[in-house]
């Protein structure tokens, strides 16, 4: 199968910072905020995120990595922080696609055991195929693609991509 690039460094860069404004200004009264994301590559994407709202505000980022099986997501579900660092604060769940779903929905599912005080979720490619009622708050780019193609996000020091085969 044939790359076809969707999104190039530049772009998700830009990307990054739109998102990081966007969420800036939903918790602009906040002074922390937890950023999950899951593993791995949500995760990257909300180090980058966390690094660029660092940049732009006086809000406190508390970086979260969130483990979830996803071939098995009804399985256990672990954070690299307790519940109580992220109880009664604002908290965005990030990952890189979201396809079916599933994965950001047993994401959503696993933090509300907690009261927060606001829930966002953001995704730099959203596919438009979702298998449950869940959307993303913030997201780079909607893209409507047949169920036979695939997304993959590369994050790469000086060359992060976004491709379609």
Known sequence: MSQNIILSHIQINHIIKRIAYQVYETFIDEETIIIAGIASNGYILATKIAKE???ISAIKVNLCEV???KQNP????????????????G???????????TTL????????DVPTKKFKTVVLVDRNHKKYPVKADFKGISL??????????????????????
């Open 53 to 55: 709202i660092e940049q």
């Open 74 to 89: 009804n399985s256990e579900i672990t954070t690299s922080i307790s519940s109580d660092e992220y109880k009664n604060k």
């Open 91 to 101: 908290l965005i769940l990030v990952d890189d696609v979201l396809n079916s779903g």
């Open 105 to 112: 929905i047993y994401g959503v599912k696993h933090f509300l």
């Open 144 to 165: 409507s693609t047949s169920f036979k193609e695939h997304v993959t996000v590369v994050f790469e020091n000086d060359n992060s991509y976004a491709y379609l085969e």
């Open 67 to 69: 483990k979830i099986n």
